[in-house]
C-alpha cells in the first residue's frame, strides 16, 4: 500500500497549492453553483447524458489552453486590449473544438448546435482568465483551468444524468453503452407493461422539458448549501 | 410585414431566448435584483440585439458565405468575426449613448460593457444563421428576441423585490430560488408553445 503511494507521488509530482487549484472548484468553489458562471450552456444541453459528458471535456479544454496560452501571453499584453486578445485566443480554440465535432462526430455536433459556439461567451472561460490567467504562472493556470472545467463538468452530468434517467428511462443513449433502464416495451431492463411491482411507472415528462434542469439546479444549491454552510447567501 | 410580426412575437413569447434555451442566465440572474437596473440592461439588450444581428446577417451573407464577394467559403472564421463584431458594437453603443444622452449612460453605467459576454447576444446571431433566415427576418428575430429578454428580466426582477420579504429556508435564499422561480416562469411560457402567430396575421 504504501509503495502505491509512494509511485503516485512520484507520478504526479504536486504542491499542496496545485492540489487545491485542482479541487478547490469541484465543490468549495464550484464555477456553476457557487460562482454562479456559466450556467447558459450548463442547462441548455442537459437533456441527455452524450451531449454534456461531450460539452463537458469541450470547455474543459478550451478553458485549460485559454487560461495556459494567456499567462504564457499575459506580460505582453497592453490592459487596453485585453478583452479583444482573450476573445481572439477563446474563439480560435472554440472553432477548434467546433471543426473537430463536425468532423469525428456528426450527430452529436447536431444536437449541441448552436451551444458550441456559446462557450465563447460562457463566462468561466472570460472570468477565469480575468481573475487567474492574468497574474500568474502557466502551470498553475493550466491546473485552475482544468479544475474549473471539471467542475463545470461534474454539475452537468449530475444534472443530465437525473434527466435521461426520469425523462427517459436510458442513460448513455446514442453510444455504444446505451442502457435502457425502464420503459413501456420489452426493449428496457424493467418493462412496466409486464413487470408486476412497476406497473404504475411512467416517464416524467417534465424532465425533458428545459425548466426540469433549472428546478434541479435550484435543489443541488439548496443541497450543496445546507451541507456548506460558509456558502449561504446572507443578502 | 405578416412574416415580420410573425417572427417578432415568436421569438419575443413562445422561443423566449431566457426561459427556453437559457441565453443570457448569467447577466439575468446577476442585475435581477431590482427592477431598475433590470429595466436598464433590458433596455441595452434590446438595442445591441436589433443592431448585431442585422449587420451578422449582411457579413454572414455577403462575406463569408460562398456566394459572396470574396466568393470563398469561410464559415470557419464565424465565431471570430461575430464576436468581434458585437464587441465593436457595444463599444460604439457606449460611445453614442455617452454622446447624445450623458443621462442615460450614467444609468446604464457598467451594464453596457457586460453585454459583449451575454450569451444572448452571440446565441441569437447563431441561431439567425442556423434557422437559415433572410435579412428582415432576421431584424424582426433580434429585435422580438431582445424584447422577449427584457419581458424576462422585468419579470423576475420583479419577483425578487417581493421575495426579500417572504420566509425562505435560509440554503435556498438568494440564487437558489432564483432559479426555481426561473423554472416557475419557463413553464409559464411554455403554455405559449404551439401557438403559431401566423394564423393571427393571416389576413382573415
Known amino acids: 500500500m504504501a509503495e502505491v503511494k509512494e509511485s503516485k507521488k512520484a ?55 485559454s487560461n495556459l496560452t494567456i499567462s504564457l501571453l499575459r506580460n505582453y499584453i497592453p490592459k487596453q486590449v485585453r478583452m479583444i486578445v482573450q476573445l481572439v485566443v477563446i474563439a480560435f480554440l472554440v472553432t477548434i473544438v467546433e471543426l473537430t465535432l463536425k468532423a469525428y462526430s456528426y450527430p452529436v455536433y447536431k444536437q449541441l448546435s448552436v451551444f458550441i459556439g456559446l462557450i465563447i461567451t ?65 426493449d428496457f431492463w424493467i418493462d412496466t407493461t409486464t413487470n ?40 | 410585414m405578416e412574416d415580420f410580426l410573425n417572427i417578432f412575437i415568436k421569438s419575443a413569447f413562445v422561443e423566449n431566448l431566457v426561459l427556453s434555451y437559457f441565453l443570457g442566465m448569467c447577466s439575468y440572474l446577476a442585475v435581477s435584483k431590482s427592477v431598475k437596473t433590470a429595466m436598464g440592461l433590458g433596455l441595452a439588450v434590446i438595442f445591441v440585439l436589433g443592431i448585431t444581428v442585422p449587420i451578422n446577417w449582411l457579413i454572414n451573407h455577403y462575406i463569408l458565405s460562398e456566394g459572396g464577394l470574396l466568393g470563398m467559403d469561410l464559415t470557419f ?42 450569451c444572448a447576444i452571440l446565441g441569437a446571431s447563431l441561431f439567425m444563421i442556423s434557422r437559415e433566415y433572410n435579412f428582415s427576418e432576421s431584424v424582426a428575430f433580434g429585435l422580438g428576441g431582445g424584447f422577449g429578454w427584457f419581458l424576462a428580466i422585468i419579470a423576475i426582477a420583479a419577483i425578487r423585490e417581493k421575495l426579500k420579504y417572504s420566509n425562505i429556508p435560509a440554503p435556498l435564499r438568494g440564487l437558489g430560488i432564483a432559479f426555481i422561480i426561473t423554472g416557475l416562469m419557463g413553464m409559464a411560457f411554455m403554455g405559449l408553445m404551439g401557438i403559431d402567430p401566423a394564423i393571427f396575421f393571416s389576413g382573415k
Open chain 1, 122 to 186: 460562457n463566462c468561466i472561460v472570460m472570468g477565469r482568465l480575468e481573475a487567474f490567467a492574468m497574474a500568474n504562472k502557466p502551470w498553475q493556470s493550466f491546473l485552475d483551468g482544468i479544475g474549473n472545467g471539471l467542475g463545470y463538468g461534474i454539475i452537468l452530468i449530475i444534472i443530465s444524468f437525473i434527466r435521461e434517467l426520469f425523462g427517459r428511462g436510458t442513460l448513455l443513449s446514442g453510444t455504444p453503452l446505451e442502457m435502457k433502464i425502464i420503459g413501456a416495451s420489452s
Open chain 1, 196 to 235: 408486476p411491482y412497476f406497473g404504475w411507472y411512467v416517464n416524467n415528462n417534465l424532465m425533458v422539458l428545459p425548466a426540469a434542469a433549472l428546478f434541479i439546479m435550484g435543489l443541488i444549491i439548496w443541497y450543496q448549501r445546507s451541507k456548506n454552510s460558509k456558502l449561504v447567501d446572507i443578502s
Open chain 1, 11 to 65: 507520478l504526479f509530482p504536486m504542491t499542496k497549492k496545485e492540489r487545491k487549484l485542482l479541487f478547490d472548484p469541484l465543490n468549495d468553489n464550484n464555477p456553476v453553483t457557487v460562482q454562479v458562471l456559466g450556467i447558459c450552456s450548463a442547462l441548455a444541453v442537459t437533456s441527455m447524458l452524450l451531449p454534456s459528458i461531450v460539452m463537458a471535456i469541450a470547455v474543459t479544454f478550451v478553458i485549460a489552453f
Open chain 2, 77 to 118: 472564421l464565424r465565431f471570430i468575426l461575430f464576436i468581434a463584431v458585437i464587441a465593436s458594437m457595444v463599444q460604439l453603443v457606449e460611445m453614442v449613448i455617452e454622446k447624445v444622452s450623458p443621462a442615460l449612460y450614467n444609468s446604464l453605467g457598467i451594464f453596457l460593457p457586460l453585454i459583449t459576454v451575454n
